[in-house]
């Protein structure tokens, strides 16, 4: 950070925001009204959608108030830009002290290029250890040289979760005596009589490709295990796409297209598009993750609900496409990575868990008890993610298998929806782009 | 063509012209005259080295590393191995294929979609006209991500227009951008609507540069709207007409935004084209060099091809 950018940080002590570059970025800086800044921070945020930016800012000037007036510039990015914009401006040698890091496919490239600072003292220190189990916080780890995910050092430290399901709309199942089903068979039962009935049974869109590849998950979570889904996702011990819980899912994903499951022109909605669909009474289910449950409590509130997907056996495991939302990382730009640990600290606090529990989000960890009310959507949704965290279910996003494999994977889904591809030869390309992604 | 004209006034410093008198030039004179010429060029020669030339050269050198687009440290060089790769790579030739299937709706549909209006309102001077070009521009001026936007909405099987319309008429319509036979027709068609509106205005303007005494005399031989067409406007737009299909050729190359906004290249790889796949493979797979590779074969592919218009319906004197 240079000295200029420094000094230009203390001497504005008024919040203010405007656009920056192209429209995608906007920029805020907060400190207290009345102190001179000793330090400043500047924090690239992927939390774009007013809520949470809105988060963003009373949490940078609650920060100042309690750090001696320490202004916090935040920029808001688009996420999708922030992961590109974000190794470019370290290996320049400038950007932010603090920023969102996509696991995915950024944080290992960052973690090989020394461009983020270890976070393993910092998590001893505030407690971070605490905040998930082990496998969630393992998103977060990259081995030094950036190539293992899910081992090594901590990288990031994630304000929220998300989880993969079902909302259902209570009318419509009251209507046709329907309750939330507890196996497969139950759930397959219920999908053949609303189709039969002439209602929708699920809500999804996979013209944008995203959801094919979460309804997917949701199924083949149902097939596979722990190790494997692990295995496949931190690319280790031989996985490979060549699984037969890969097959099975595979097999009744195309079987569930085939038998009207899935809404009628699913092919040509995004994703997106599919939430008022449904809210809209237009089918009696969404498959959608978490963070849509804001949208859908807003506009039906409680006469939504939500499930996750059932076993295949009662009793049985199914891991359930999902994880941790952008955890906030340190660079190697950051003058003071003591301070920058204070505010990522700040950022996954309680103040910070209480505010995005009163945004409808899921924020990291264990929901408490208190706020767990029955019959409501939020209530079953906290519900739904504390049985899975305590199972420890939580699967994964299965575009994370190795980078550029969501076009791969989105692409043969919608064959297989199509008829225009089997399954061994979905599997055999996955396979093979999964296996040369490692020689890459 | 209006043959170049002499630099008259440059001979005059130098020796004579015509008849005018020799002018003697002082050594100190000869000397500036030096230099001058490239003091008027160094705002554009900076500009162009600082944006074109070292941006080009740049790509030249990251298409031959694997690069992780991250960090330099991990950087590479791989020769030509990118090139190689990209020829064999099948989601590529797939990709290259969907750009050459796209030619007829980016090329040819706006093309003849632009010619037909301009010369009925040329050819029957339509009052008006100014107001119609206006409409017709629109298109053109808008980002390709908006018009994508806005079709996939008239065009979503749930809630669109379109559907609701052919399935009001008794139609079972398709999920076009959704539909593996219709969503490369139906992205090719969005681009060529988006199009025809500045094929229009070249054309126009290309009409009006046109005799009208060539149109009084046909008319007199008896001729009517087609024979006009044919033997009247059609030659009198040649030029037009290569200028036109060189930049719908290389808007159909270079095809990224409408396809990104609407159908990300699917449904499977039925509207995968180069440019997005070089954007995926560079920032989606991390794969910036190949991801160079692939930009730098697509500029190559580009110029070939518009090159090829041009000597072929250019001016025969070029």
Redesign the interface.
Known sequence: MSLDRRELLKRSGVVTAGLAVGGSIATHSVAAQDDVAPEGLVFWTGWNDPVRSGIAETLATSFAESHDGTEVQFQVFQTEDLGETLPRALEGGQGPDVAQVNQSDVMGPLVAAGRLVSLDDYAEEHGWNEILPEGLLSRNMFSEDGSQMGEGSLWGVPAETEIVGFFYNRAIFEEHGLSVPTTMAEFEEILGMLREMGVEPIAFGTLDQWQAIHMFGEIHGAYTTREYIDDLIYRRNDASFDDQSIRDAMAKFVEWSENGYFMEGVEGLNGDDATPVFTAGGAAMLMQGSWAAGVVNQEMGDEAGFFLMPPVEEGGDVYHVGGVGLPFAITDNAEDPDLAAELIAHLVSEEARGMLLEAGNLPAGEIPEDRIVEGTLTGELYSAWNTALEADAIGHFMDWAAPGIFDVLAGELQKLMAGETDVDTAVTTLQEFYAASFEA | MQPPSKPDSILTTTGTAGNAPAVPVSSSRRRGAGIEPWLYLAPGLLIFTAFMALPTLGSLVLSAT?W???????ATFVGFDNYVRAIQDGRFQTAFLNNIKLIPFYVLLPALLGIIPAALTHQMRLKGARWFQAGLFLPYIMPGVLIGVVW?WI?????GPV?KVLKNLGFNP???????TWALPTVGFIGAWAAYGFCYVVFIAGLQKIPSELYEAARLDGANLWREFTTVTMPGLRREIAVVLSINLINALRAFDVIRA????????ET?VMALYMI??A?????AGYGTAIAVLLSVITLVGSMLILRFLGEPDE
């Open positions: 694997a992780n687009g991250v960090s330099w440290d991990t996939a065009l979503n099987p749930v809630f559907n398709p999920t076009w951008l959704g539909d593996f609407t159908t990300n290249g699917g449904p499977g790889d995968q995926n493979s920032f989606g797979a991390n794969q």
